[in-house]
């Protein structure tokens, strides 16, 4: 009997593939790399991965922009090199999530390129989204509407015979071509790619902007202003009638796909990234959706025990009624890495006025990402307090590589000419974008690259980096890494059902829970050392003072 229910209490481990390790010398990371570090990954204790897109792409937004989704990106290996790596894994008794990425293609695959070269109104251009343009001229967008990444929504082609021609819709860069979902061909083509991916072995899904796949760009479009007027925010609006962010038709295509997935044993799972809101994420979540969707409000919190307690209740009231479990998630590719975020100080002395630590550390993004205003240590023992609660959480919890090493987030170090995300491109001198928490990881203290490959990296590691090797830390009591590997371990033995019973500390920086089985929980929030209740400590995020827990850490007690 196979366990249908592996993914409700999964430590999950997001690879982002050509960070991770370079196996051929190019400079970016590969599939072989991965192969090459399953022992490592065993060794962690984690129960899947998650693999960040590794299809054919230019690279306009990290492989975010897929040329082909039933294909290995030459850069990264074959599709043997794919299979050998997902039977690498599942002999370690690690299971594999790949990213979908539905919502757009990139502007090189064979559909965009085929909608470019055909008439306006033919079957090719249907499989996206074009129209024509306002003015007498066609030569104005058809609506004012800013991309995720900065500037217009709309780019405006030239036709096959020269002339300027209609526009078409893109949430992200405008090398991300939006599908057009009502397309019944494009519906049929993604179902192939899930059992393609499905058949050879893969265990799961990650559904990148799960919520925006179905649109209503008929007719006259409204405005930007009366959007915003109406109340609408990056997260759409509270009845699913935004013109494309989380309209209620989008449950339709995950109904169908949750068809397919349910015909697989064990069923294959997914995941939602649907940055919507929270009220409306349980239809992504439920059994008869994807299952699960990312619940990203701990990840845009403060390290304050008053907003944790608050998110971590109502998501766990949230997945117990949707039928999902829980999910947690501190850093990923798209955010500044946790252990700089819970440093982040107004330029002030340690520990004082951090004013930044939510809102996934855009803030100091946006104010060009100087390490001078990052207090390292006190964010590190702030992001080790907060994973440890987490691995005590019922539910999956989804690390980032690189997290387990402590590692902080690369900020203006990066010089300008070497800065690959788009979002910097297309909002120059506004924000530094997301390459800091993509540099490639630091696997070795000397040699080139870290021990990443032999070849460099494609994104400057900068000389710290060596301080948070990977093989400065292993068999080190009390390193980061041994910290991941003491909890997680922990995790599997004492994981049981999904409950968690709340202590009142009386102590407002002070958060306690019991699970199941008879052990507990405590993070100290705050600066001054608290008690502990009697037991034995299994783990703590630093060590105890006098028998007393420190400031800003966790201890498990049973
Ligand atoms: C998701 C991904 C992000 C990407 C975007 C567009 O948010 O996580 O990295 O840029 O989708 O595909």
């Excluded at 790619?193 to 799960?210: E, K, M």
């Excluded at 928490?437 to 080139?448: A, D, F, M, N, Y």
């Excluded at 990296?457 to 080190?476: M, N, T, V």
Aim: hydrophobic residues 35%.
């Amino acid at each position: 009997m196979k366990d249908h229910n592996w993914w409700r209490q999964a430590a999950v481990y997001q690879i982002y593939p050509r960070s991770f390790a370079d196996s051929n010398g190019d400079g970016l990371g590969d599939i072989r790399g991965i192969t090459g570090k399953v022992s490592y990954l065993k060794s962690l204790g984690i129960d899947a991965v998650w693999l960040s897109p590794f299809y054919p792409s230019a690279l306009a937004d990290g492989g975010y922009d897929v040329d082909d989704y039933r294909n290995v990106d030459p850069k990264l290996g074959t599709l043997e090199d794919f299979d050998e790596m997902t039977a690498a894994l599942h002999d370690a008794g690690i299971k594999l999530i790949v990213d979908i990425v539905p919502n757009h293609s990139s502007n090189r695959h064979k559909w965009f390129k085929e909608a470019l070269a055909s008439p306006k109104g033919s079957a090719a251009r249907d499989r996206y989204i074009f129209r024509d343009g306002l003015g007498e001229n066609g030569e104005l967008p058809p609506s004012d509407w800013v991309s995720v990444f900065g500037g217009p929504t709309w780019e405006r082609i030239t036709e096959p015979d020269g002339s300027p021609g209609q526009w078409y819709f893109h949430i992200f860069a405008k090398e991300q071509p939006d599908f057009n979902w009502d397309n019944l061909e494009v519906r049929a083509d993604f179902l192939k790619t899930l059992r393609f991916w499905s058949d050879r072995g893969v265990d799961g899904f990650r559904i990148d902007v799960a919520h925006a796949l179905t649109k209503d760009l008929e007719g006259a479009l409204p405005t930007r202003a009366e959007l915003e007027a109406k109340g609408a925010d990056a997260e759409g609006f509270l009845d699913g009638s935004h013109p494309y962010w989380d309209r209620n038709e989008v449950h339709e295509i995950y109904a169908q796909w949750r068809k397919l997935f349910n015909e697989y044993n064990p069923p294959r799972t997914a995941v939602a990234e649907a940055w919507v809101h929270t009220d409306r994420r349980p239809r992504y979540a439920s059994p008869e959706g994807l299952g699960q969707a990312f619940n990203f409000d701990l990840l845009q919190a403060d390290f304050d025990a008053a907003q944790f307690r608050t998110i971590i209740t109502k998501n766990l009231a949230e997945a117990a009624a949707s039928g999902a479990s829980s999910t947690w998630v501190f850093s990923n590719h798209d955010v500044v890495r946790h252990a700089t975020r819970y440093g982040l100080t107004a330029a002030t002395p340690a520990g004082e006025g951090e004013i930044m630590a939510g809102l996934a550390g855009k803030e100091w993004l946006l104010d060009g990402g100087r390490r001078e205003d990052v207090n390292a240590e006190l964010g590190l023992r702030r992001a080790r307090a907060a994973s440890l609660l987490m691995f005590a959480l019922p539910g999956s919890a989804y690390l980032y590589q690189g997290e387990e090493l402590g590692l902080q987030e690369v900020g203006n170090e990066i010089p300008d000419s070497e800065r690959q995300d788009p979002a910097f491109y297309r909002n120059k001198g506004v924000e530094i974008g997301r390459d800091g928490c993509r540099v490639p990881l630091p696997w070795t203290t000397e040699g080139s690259s870290f021990g990443f490959g032999d070849g460099g990296a494609h994104l400057p590691q900068p000389e710290w980096f060596a301080a948070y090797a990977a093989d400065s830390q292993a068999g080190i009591h009390g390193s980061t890494l041994e910290l991941y590997r003491a909890a997680l371990r922990l995790r599997r033995e004492l994981q049981a059902v999904e409950e968690l019973e709340w202590i009142e500390t009386g102590n407002p920086k002070v958060l306690h829970f019991n699970r199941p089985g008879g052990w507990q929980s405590i993070t100290n929030f705050g600066d001054t050392p608290v008690d502990l209740p009697p037991g034995v400590v299994l783990v703590s995020s630093a060590p105890l003072e006098h028998g007393k827990l420190p400031g800003n850490s966790t201890v498990w007690v049973r």
